[in-house]
């Protein structure tokens, strides 16, 4: 086929890229589908480790499979001596946490067992999914550690994923509610469609390398602040917007300025993002009582916020995105603000080694055409001539 008969879409906005049965969207009517679960029946309910076994069975576990599970996740925690010098340096450097993620998921490959230690039933991709998946918290917390002049907290193996992050984070072992807020939030995240990142990691598994080099590029992927960047900013945004005193005047100010809104918006949804109302009711059960006035204030700069949108950008319907409420409950829970995309990459790791299990069960590598816009017939002139 000539480039000339093909499509142009830069952006793959309206190409079918592969199938999956991982996650769905539907943009108009703001559903999201995880694993055959709407999120609103998933997201509250679940733990991460049982959301991570849907994505790689395409069922839930049993009770017994669950605890198995869990252990095997546990085992997998600690990094090798390699991976905590160099995200010890980036914490010296006051690296981005991400810089530090990207490195715990590249070194993981130095704490995967032996070769020869997988038994007959674990495909090597298979272990390594389960290595990225258990290491990345643990690099995040080593790394939030060192930055703040503390020592590494070790890991648990007798706590479930989300609570060991919290305590790796702390040191100090996290209440019940800190630990369903935050399971709450891994579980809204862990996978979304054919996202930038997802895709990153499909295309290197679709070369047949290892999941973790295809974990270390979409970590790449979710640094850009177009992906995984907005909810710190959301954050700041509603703290300066508490001591302005007045949203409505606040955020007129900044459209004004030619600026946009942080956490509203999004590519595929054009009504509000379904993971915004899971979050918003997780977070709002969070904050009830002495804090429920940052959970107020939330409120009313959603609402202050949509109805100028919607006078600037009347049929837009720029609504809360996910990074939205994200912000409000990683701040409840505990989560620094810093840490925050890095936290999502703790989560979308589960949805990234699911989708690179899934293509490598059914592969094609991954070669778009391009449309050459360059030059053509050029002459050599030898270096001393140009
Ligand atoms: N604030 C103000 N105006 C906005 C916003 C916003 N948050 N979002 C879109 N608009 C405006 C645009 O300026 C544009 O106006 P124009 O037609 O005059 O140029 C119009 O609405 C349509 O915007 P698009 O850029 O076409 O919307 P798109 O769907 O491509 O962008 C995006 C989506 C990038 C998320 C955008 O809404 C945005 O920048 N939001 C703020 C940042 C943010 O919250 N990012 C996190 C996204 S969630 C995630 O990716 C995990």
Redesign the pocket.
């Given at each position: 086929m000539e480039d000339s008969d093909l499509s142009f879409d830069p952006g793959l906005e309206h190409v079918l890229a592969g199938e999956t049965r991982l996650s769905t969207i539907d943009g108009e009517a703001g559903e999201l589908v995880i694993g055959g679960f709407p999120l609103e029946e998933l997201a509250p309910n679940a733990t991460y480790e049982e959301a991570l076994y849907l994505l790689w069975n395409d069922r839930l576990p049993t009770e017994e499979e669950l605890s198995t599970f869990r252990s095997d996740l546990a085992a997998h925690r600690d990094l090798s001596d390699g991976a905590l010098a160099a995200i010890r340096e980036a914490a010296e450097r006051r690296d981005d946490a991400m810089d530090a993620e990207r490195i715990g998921a590249a070194c993981a490959s130095l704490a995967r067992p032996a070769e020869e230690d997988t038994d007959g039933e674990v495909t090597t991709h298979e272990r390594d999914a389960m290595v990225a998946v258990a290491q990345l918290p643990t690099a995040v917390a080593a790394y939030w550690r060192v930055a703040n002049g503390e020592e590494p907290v070790a890991p648990r193996d007798d706590l479930t994923h989300a609570a060991n992050y919290l305590w790796m984070l702390t040191g100090e072992e996290p209440t019940d509610e800190q630990v369903r807020g935050l399971e709450t939030y891994l579980c809204s995240?862990i996978d979304?469609g054919f996202?930038a990142s997802t895709y990153t990691a499909r295309v290197v598994a679709s070369t047949e390398s290892d999941v973790l080099s295809a974990v270390t590029g979409a970590v790449g992927a979710l640094k850009g602040?177009?992906?995984?960047?907005?909810p710190g900013?959301?954050l700041d945004m509603l703290e300066e917007i508490a001591d302005h005193g007045d949203p409505q005047t606040w955020l007129t100010d900044r459209?004004d300025a030619g600026?946009?809104?942080?956490?509203?918006?999004?590519?595929?949804y054009r009504v509000r993002?379904p993971r915004a109302a899971v979050l918003s009711e997780a977070a709002e059960e969070f904050y009830a009582g002495e804090e429920s006035a940052f959970f107020d204030l939330a409120r009313d700069v959603e609402s202050a916020a949509v109805s100028v949108?919607d006078e600037?950008?009347p049929g837009?319907s720029?609504e809360t995105?996910?990074?939205?409420y994200t912000a409000v409950l990683l701040r409840g829970v505990g989560v620094p603000r810093e840490l925050f995309s890095a936290t999502?990459g703790v989560s979308r790791v589960g949805g990234w080694t699911a989708h690179c299990l899934e293509q490598y069960a059914d592969n094609r590598i991954v070669r778009p055409r391009s449309r050459y816009v360059g030059e053509t017939g050029r002459t050599w002139t030898p270096v001393g001539e140009r």
């Open positions: 995240v979304h996202n602040p177009l992906h995984g960047g907005a900013p959301v459209l600026e946009r809104l942080m956490g509203f918006g999004h590519r595929v993002d949108l600037r950008k837009r720029l995105n996910v990074e939205f999502f």
